[in-house]
């Protein structure tokens, strides 16, 4: 009797072992190719992938992969939507929640994003983490630059002592992404915007590692700078947000201690002399988070530390980013309420009409910030030597020849100015209509991949009074940037009478939520508009008899030219009978017709070159209990 006992004890044993076995889940033991090599490097693109397919597969319903874009040698760009359940579109996001943004690795040798929220995604699928998800709809995108991630070297280790291979700031076709928000030249960059304009998150969160001045802070972070931002918005992502999300209030300072303060470098224009103060990035809306302050939506770019080690850095990006997402789901409310106000702000334009509020900001100059410690700021550094600067006193180094750590005779704080307020030098009205002359395609297609609204005239249009744009002085710089020789134009809006606009004109109106926004890139002087990326350049010509009365000249510009755009500051001038939605232009490589086959994915196997654009959010998606993806292959 006691020996059947026994033996039904031990198979009892053997089939609760085997169930419970079998019921665990697997991402229990699931690590990062990082984790696993106790932080000496990072994780290549391929692995990202294969452990995220991981990750969804076994998420219960709360992650969805998908594929937002191919990259120029021919790598993927994968994006989680997260949720309970993770909806297949924005429809599908049930309207209490808010949606949010998490960008890593667009400069891919600062990794600690991608790392971080590889973490962070386990813990989602585990379940750790339905309290935030009652609330928010996340969408994650770890590794928004493959090529450069997989493109190894020691470039960081300078600054940036471990790990010691870390990719590249630029993507596969050369550019810097975060320089390239105006212009979406880069295929991964043109992806980030389509996220923005299908699912329209809240908040945009990009994380970089910075190696800049020397400092005690872990991280420095920073909102949306251009002037044109809505002030309401900047005042609250600048203040409020950022005091609960990455401030003293923050998860970041409960959990680890962080003391966080504005991103800067000591010195005017990078000199380093710390008397000279504390001082912000350029405000342009080439840099994604400017870009993302001028859509009307808060952002908040991250900057953890090179010089702490990599262990690290990546906790301190993880408290950053988790810390954010829990500030945006206690003030989901709020913030949808100031959005939504800003996007009304725009709309009412249409029959409030151009306030004298309305102005273009086309360049600015850095101010001290009042709002922020009576215009100081305190950094936790080291003491500077006699030339003003702070520099380590010694360094240590491998066998190789490497730095590995860096000392300071003493560490000090530095109670500064805070450069940290843009306040414009040039403005213009901004116009009710902006006509830009039949043939300016590439710049509409441009402002439509910004999600901006356009109208094509069907029929010739009498006006009786219009504003043409008189070119005074029409330059290109000398040195090449981010692929280009910017302009340069000097000049002034001069009224005249009497105009036939031509059918095939293209208009676009500011009375829409990214009205600024459009007003910003069409502003002929605006230094980081369409003009100044040449976006116009074919138009801006010695175009005969036609418009020979809006030409300069000759004895202002050595060639007589005529700018192809007409600005009004009334909306009714061009009746909306006379006007067609312009959705997209015939030649636009964005969203190229798709051919559908199934085959396993194998990273790197996608053919580049005339294949590799970018594709829309959305078209390439995991197939549920399985390995396979259902792929689609583009052509232009």
Request: aromatic residues 10%; charged residues 25%; proline residues 4%.
């Amino acid at each position: 009797m006691k020996r059947s006992a026994v033996i039904l004890f031990l198979i009892s044993t053997i089939i609760l072992s085997a169930a419970a076995a079998f019921a665990a889940n697997p991402l229990e033991e699931l690590k990062t190719p990082a984790e696993l090599s106790n932080w000496t490097r990072t994780t290549s693109s391929e692995e990202v992938i294969d452990y995220l397919t991981q990750v969804a597969k076994n998420s219960g319903g709360r992650i969805r992969m998908e594929f937002i874009a191919w990259t120029t040698k021919g790598n993927l760009v994968p994006l989680l939507v997260i949720g309970t359940p993770a909806p297949k579109s924005p429809e599908e996001v049930p309207t209490e929640k808010a949606i949010a943004y998490v960008n890593c690795n667009i400069h891919s040798g600062e990794v600690e994003g991608k790392e971080s929220m590889l973490i962070f995604a386990r813990e989602v699928a585990l379940g750790q983490h339905d309290d935030l998800l009652k609330d928010l709809v996340i969408l994650l995108a770890p590794n928004m630059s493959p090529d450069g991630n997989d493109d190894l070297g020691t470039w960081r280790r300078g600054s940036q002592f471990t790990p010691a291979l870390v990719g590249t700031r630029y993507n596969g076709q050369g550019f810097n992404m975060n320089r390239d928000m105006t212009k979406l030249e880069a295929y991964e960059s043109r992806a980030v915007v389509e996220v923005m304009n299908k699912w329209d998150p809240v908040i945009f969160v990009d994380a970089h590692a910075t190696n800049g001045s020397y400092m005690r802070h872990a991280v420095t972070y920073n909102w949306g700078l251009h002037p044109n931002t809505d002030p309401d918005i900047m005042a609250y992502n600048r203040g409020e947000f950022s005091r609960k999300a990455i401030g003293p209030d923050s998860y970041l300072y409960k959990k680890l201690g962080h003391k966080s303060i504005p991103y800067g470098n000591f010195g005017e224009n990078y000199s380093g002399k710390v008397s000279e103060g504390w001082w912000t990035f350029e405000d342009y809306q080439r840099y994604t988070t400017n870009y993302a302050g001028l859509r009307n939506r808060l952002a908040m770019l991250l900057e953890v530390y090179s010089y702490d080690d990599f262990k690290t850095r990546v906790d301190t990006q993880y408290a950053c980013i988790y810390g954010i997402l829990q500030t945006v789901a206690q003030d989901k409310d709020k913030i949808k309420a100031l959005i939504k106000k800003a996007d009304e702000r725009g709309l009412a334009r249409t029959t409030a009409g151009i306030s004298s509020d309305d102005k273009v900001c086309l360049n600015s100059s850095l101010a001290i910030l009042d709002e922020t410690d009576g215009g100081y700021v305190c950094v936790d550094s080291y003491a500077m030597d006699s030339d003003d600067l702070v520099k380590p006193t010694s360094t240590d180094y491998d066998e190789d020849g490497f730095k590995t750590a860096i000392y300071f005779e003493k560490e000090a704080v530095h109670h500064i100015p805070y450069y940290g307020k843009f306040v414009p030098t040039g403005t213009e009205k901004m116009g009710a209509l902006y006509v830009l002359r039949p043939g300016a395609d590439d710049a509409v297609q441009l402002l439509l991949r910004h999600g901006i609204t356009v109208d094509r005239l069907t029929e010739d249009v009498e006006v009786t009074e219009f504003e043409w744009f008189k070119i005074d002085t029409l330059g290109t710089k000398k040195s090449l940037y981010e692929g280009h020789y910017m302009n340069v134009v000097s000049g002034d809006w001069t009224t005249s009478k009497d105009l036939t606009i031509p059918s095939g004109s293209f208009v676009v109106s500011t009375a829409q939520p990214h009205g600024s926004l459009a007003a910003l890139l069409l502003e002929p002087k605006s230094v980081d508009g369409l003009v100044s990326w040449n976006y116009l350049d074919k138009l801006i010509t010695t175009e005969g008899a036609r418009y020979d009365r809006f030409m300069t000249s000759d004895s202002v510009s050595e060639a007589r030219v005529v700018f192809p755009m007409w600005k009004f500051h009334e909306f009714s001038v061009i009746p909306a009978s006379k006007l067609m939605p312009v959705e997209k232009l015939a030649h636009d490589e964005t969203l190229p017709a798709p051919i559908e086959s199934a085959e396993p994915y194998k990273s790197g196997s996608s053919s580049s070159g005339c294949n590799a654009g970018a594709v829309a959010g959305g078209m390439l998606l995991l197939v549920a209990g399985g390995a396979a993806l259902i792929r689609k292959k583009y052509r232009r």
